[in-house]
């Protein structure tokens, strides 16, 4: 059943992504009067297929893309028998090269368009919500404390930014080439020096920076081994069994050793400092629910999703642009991250949830808009270089130039589509 729900969300995310790509194309095609022959979700021999007007609609039985055949264009059809005709007025080839560039920029603007109005309506139904960096502080893992970071530091600063979401400290070590933390320990402000040769790692870690949570209590469970003991709400625990902790992250390697017993507790009530009896389990805990950090919350009316959508949608934007920067960096490792729709399947919930799938098709849209406008034969971004040089110089490259540049692209995308999937392969063994 988790595996059918994956499966449905992923089909129907790329759906409606493709979708809207390639009727961006088709839009502005039809504004201009060129004619369009074939919009296909997916490829393959058509399952489903219409006839509108002068285009052939249909869905392809490979889940796999989609595309949008304009007359008079050399693109993924290679239709060369057609470029060797007569130009036709209603013919790609034969318009001006500004409304061409319209035509290709089409899908990128769309895919953007939908990211937009997906965030605005996340902002204005869920609003946002996310732990602050303002008073965090940190539970660093193996490879945290490697670098130099401790159990219970604040991060002030990344080189001279100041981080203000808890849960993007990681993304914003790997993103922002940063060469030196600045931290607050205890009541000493100190700089750690980032050594980039982590950054590879640091790209592949699960949770660098867990959220370091003080052993502040909450309340008792009922059911646990201390339900009638005599702490209270409030009360803030100095150390177990004469050893101190500060957090729950170093207080599990304390109870682990006193499972089963009865321990005293050094807890601070206000100003005065008790010492409690306490049970451990056989589990090694003591059935005690802590405060946790409050979380902010932002919500928005109407008017206010609008401004609070497009904010998000280049948060995105600006975010995914300094991966692709990593990406075309061999040191930091970061091609080995890139995957395939394996690894977009594993990103959607087991369950289905409307805010993340949303999230995460909003995510998607911004990627394909941004790879889609890298310069690269068979992308749109290499229709789009080839127009402006063509606006530029006012020399329009020759039909057997676009072929070849068309089939290098193909073979470009080939090779990335190889290296995706050897990715995910290889993450799915490992």
């Not at 028998?81 to 318009?95: G, Y």
């Not at 950090?293 to 995105?316: D, M, N």
């Not at 080839?386 to 676009?402: A, N």
């Amino acid at each position: 059943m988790v595996a059918l729900i994956k499966t449905l969300q992923v089909i129907l995310a790329l759906s409606l992504l493709i979708i809207a790509h390639e009727f961006g194309h088709f839009i502005w095609a039809r504004i201009f009067g060129i004619r369009v022959e074939r919009f296909y979700l997916f490829f393959g021999k058509a399952l489903v297929k219409w006839q509108w007007g002068e285009t052939e609609f249909g869905i392809g039985w490979i889940p796999f893309g989609g595309y949008c055949k304009i007359s008079g264009m050399i693109d993924e059809s290679m239709d060369l028998e057609q470029m060797k005709r007569a130009p036709q007025p209603w013919e790609f080839r034969t318009k001006p090269a500004w409304q061409r560039l319209l035509v290709m920029a089409g899908g990128v603007i769309n895919n953007f368009l939908l990211a937009i109005i997906i965030y605005c309506l996340i902002a204005g139904i869920w609003g946002e919500a996310f732990i602050s960096n303002k008073d965090a502080k940190i539970a660093p893992n193996e490879l945290a404390q490697e670098m130099g970071f401790r159990l219970g530091d604040h991060i002030i600063a990344f080189d001279d930014y100041e981080p203000q979401n808890f849960g993007m400290l990681q993304a914003d070590l790997a993103r922002r080439d940063v060469r030196n933390a600045r931290l607050l320990r205890g009541a000493d402000t100190l700089d750690l020096y980032i050594d980039q040769a982590y950054i590879s790692d640091v790209l592949n870690s699960p949770t660098m920076f867990d959220l370091a949570v003080p052993f502040v209590i909450d309340s008792m469970r009922a059911d646990g081994p201390n339900g009638a003991c005599e702490l209270l709400r409030g009360d803030r625990v100095l150390a177990f069994d004469g050893q101190p902790v500060s957090y729950i992250q170093d207080a599990r390697s304390v109870l682990a050793g006193c499972r089963g017993r009865e321990i005293e507790a050094t807890v601070l009530r206000g100003a005065d400092t008790l010492m409690l009896p306490v049970r451990v389990d056989s589990l090694g805990q003591v059935g005690v629910f802590l405060v946790m950090p409050e979380i902010e919350r932002r919500q928005y009316s109407a008017v206010e999703s609008i401004p609070a959508g497009l904010r998000l949608t280049w948060e995105t934007i600006s975010g995914y642009v300094q991966d692709l920067g990593m990406l075309v960096r061999p040191s930091t490792g970061a091609y080995k991250s890139v995957g395939s729709f394996i690894a977009i399947g594993q990103v959607f919930p087991e369950v289905w949830d409307w805010y993340r799938f949303l999230s995460i098709l909003a995510l998607l849209s911004v990627m394909l808009g941004i790879m889609n406008l890298l310069p690269i034969p068979a992308l749109d971004g290499g229709h789009i270089l080839f127009t402006l040089y063509e606006m530029i110089t006012g020399r329009k490259p020759g039909d057997r130039f676009l072929a070849v540049m068309q089939v290098i692209g193909m073979i470009l995308l080939l090779a990335l589509m190889v290296l995706a999937f050897g990715n995910d392969i290889g993450r799915l063994i490992h």
